[in-house]
């Protein structure tokens, strides 16, 4: 495994005993370096566990994951911690962003953890691509949810992590918002893109569709067309 993300017969349960739930079971997938893979499914069926899984936030219970050659679950905490700082980033909604920071100061700060100087024009210019130029200087509690995820999508763009996990990146955004961060993250193709979204429109920006139901893989679409994916999923939901 030289590069991108794996699962390997990854399972994954949430709670103990009689509660417990089986998020993910024996999911296997392989997400190839540079593309952009969208992740769809039920609601419950373990799309939110497989990011988590993938990015080293969550640990399966049984399986493995690699991340750019990196099986994850042989590196101890500091050393996950490292390689998330270093090569993963986020767009989620609700691991975003610190909120003592301005925007501009969340955008370079994975740059700045990994002790690299980085101009302000740059941070600026990452700002104006999402459209938000006048709220540089604005912390978090000042922006709405859907502006805090365009400062999560300039962070993406300005730092260009190795690999990309994004859930429901467009969630928040109005349809114009919505085509111009999708195009955006469309245009990171060096990286390796993986998105959780409810919208077929979204998804059919993806390289890929890869369709989960009750935590296994349900099967895969390439070069999806939102047409194509709503009848996926219309049939998955029945
Ligand atoms: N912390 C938790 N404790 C117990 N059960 C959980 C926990 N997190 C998720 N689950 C359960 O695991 C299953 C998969 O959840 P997950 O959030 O991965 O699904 P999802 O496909 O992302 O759902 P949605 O589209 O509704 O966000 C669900 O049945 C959910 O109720």
């Not at 955008?107 to 700002?127: F, I, N, Y």
């Amino acid at each position: 495994m030289e590069s991108g993300v794996e699962l390997r017969d990854v399972t994954k349960r949430h709670g103990r005993g009689a509660a417990a739930v089986v998020a993910l079971e024996g999911v296997t997938a392989h997400f190839e370096r540079g593309s952009f893979t969208a992740i769809m499914g039920p609601s419950g069926s373990g799309k939110s566990t497989l990011l988590q899984c993938a990015a080293g936030l969550d640990e399966p219970d049984a399986g493995a994951v690699w991340v750019g050659g990196v099986e994850l679950g042989r590196l101890g905490e500091a050393a996950r911690a490292r390689l998330r700082r270093e090569s993963i980033g986020f767009v989620f909604q609700a691991f975003n962003l610190l909120p003592a920071l301005t925007a501009e100061q969340n955008v370079a700060l994975p740059l700045r953890l990994a002790g690299r100087r980085v101009p302000r024009r740059d941070v600026r210019a990452a700002l104006a691509s999402v459209g938000l130029e006048d709220r540089a200087t604005h912390r978090p509690s000042e922006l709405s949810g859907g502006q805090q995820q365009r400062v999560a999508i300039a962070r993406a763009l300005l730092s260009r992590p190795a690999t990309l996990f994004a859930d429901e990146p467009t969630g928040a955004l109005d349809t114009t918002s919505a085509r111009e961060a999708l195009a955006l993250l469309r245009a990171l193709h060096d990286q390796t893109i993986v998105m959780v979204t409810h919208d077929a429109v979204a998804a059919a920006h993806a390289d890929r569709v890869l369709f989960l139901a009750d935590g296994r893989i349900a099967g895969e679409l390439p070069d999806p067309t939102p047409e194509a994916v709503a009848a996926t999923m219309t049939r998955l939901e029945q």
